[in-house]
Each structure stands twice: as structure tokens, then as C-alpha cells.
């Protein structure tokens, strides 16, 4: 069994940065994809970004790229989602997922097995 626990949530003001990290415990493993979700109240869980087992491919949902860079940190089991010129939209629960049983880069959350509690990410105007 997997465990992740996301941390670095908080409150910020827009315009401002925020690093996310996703800390893996139990049965790690680097070969598998991870990536991050958000949900905002009463929305569906939408996709942020992902990346492969040794970081060489990401993705990343057009309302975050080029501002979002989420990078893997394998001797460390630790994925992190740098998060910059945040904006108000972007205040929701940030949850971090892994996908155990396959390695490619992957935008559905279907295809992910193993979650964590979520952080709240706050954004004021």
C-alpha cells in the first residue's frame, strides 16, 4: 500500500507562489505516474498537472500552464507542484494521486489509484 500526504497549502495573496509537496510512504516505488487535482466547492475534481515516473514528460491543464511546474523527486518519494502568478480561481483543495499501475502521463483521474487528503489552497484578491 501507498500512502501521500500533501502539504504547503495556505492563504496568498494573488499574484503571489505557493509550493505544494506530496510526500509517498509505504510501498514507493518510482515507477509510477503522479499527478494533482483540485476541487473547488460544489465543482468536480479537475486535472492540474502530471508526470511520468522519471519526470521526463509533464502535462498540464491550459489554465495553469506556464504558470505551474510540478517536478518528482525519487530518492525522496516526494512530488511538488510549484504554483506561481496565482490567481482567485485557483483557491480549491490540491490533491495529490498516484498512479501505481502504469508510468505514462495521464489527464483523467479514473486512471489514478491512490490519493491523498487534499490541502487548501487559498487565493484573496
Known amino acids: 500500500q501507498v500512502q501521500l500526504v500533501e502539504s504547503g497549502g495556505g492563504l496568498v495573496q494573488a499574484g503571489g507562489s505557493l509550493r505544494l509537496s506530496c510526500a509517498a510512504s509505504g510501498r514507493t516505488s518510482s515507477s509510477y505516474s503522479m499527478g494533482w487535482f483540485r476541487q473547488a466547492p460544489g465543482k468536480e475534481r479537475d486535472f492540474v498537472a502530471a508526470?511520468?515516473?522519471?519526470?521526463?514528460?509533464?502535462y498540464y491543464a491550459d489554465s495553469v500552464n506556464g504558470r505551474f511546474t510540478i517536478s518528482r523527486d525519487n530518492a525522496k518519494n516526494t512530488v511538488y507542484l510549484q504554483m506561481n502568478s496565482l490567481k482567485p480561481e485557483d483557491t480549491a483543495v490540491y490533491y495529490c494521486?498516484?498512479?501505481?499501475w502504469g508510468i505514462g502521463v495521464v489527464v483523467s483521474p479514473h486512471e489514478y489509484d491512490v490519493w491523498g487528503q487534499g490541502t487548501q489552497v487559498t487565493v484573496s484578491s
Open positions: 508526470i511520468s515516473w522519471n519526470g521526463g514528460s509533464t
Open positions: 494521486t498516484a498512479r501505481t
